[in-house]
Nanobody
């Protein structure tokens, strides 16, 4: 199985940028679909962005399209989320997640098997 550790969260003003990292160990990320989710208190985890390990397809939530970019580095066995033009509504705990490879990029958190511990992102207005 794969272990995931997120980093890079913090406090930023609206309009600023942050880059989140997800370091994977135990297995290569090419064996998995990888995704980023976020969660705020009292709400379910929300899909942010993800990609198919085998097909290379990428999907973004409508709320982050054109502002966020997800990428991976197979040599580093890591996944990244570049977040630009941040808004206060982007505030939340961001989680990295993995599930076995599939052509479909699932946006439902319950379909992901492995999770990191999360990293807090706070965007002030």
């Amino acid at each position: 199985q794969v272990q995931l550790v997120e980093s890079g969260g913090g406090l930023v003003q609206a309009g600023g940028s942050l880059r989140l990292s997800c370091a994977a160990s135990g297995r290569t990320i090419s064996a998995y679909n990888m995704a980023w989710f976020r969660q705020t208190p009292g709400k379910a985890r929300e899909f942010v962005a993800g990609f198919s390990g085998s097909a290379g397809a990428i999907k973004y939530a409508d709320s982050v399209k054109s502002r966020f970019t997800v990428s991976r580095d197979n040599a580093e066995n890591a996944v990244y989320l570049q977040m630009n033009s941040l808004k206060p509504e982007d505030t939340g705990v961001y989680y990295c997640a993995a599930r076995p490879n599939s052509v479909v990029i699932y946006i439902t958190s319950g379909l992901y098997n492995y999770w990191g511990q999360g990293t807090q992102v706070t965007v002030s207005s």
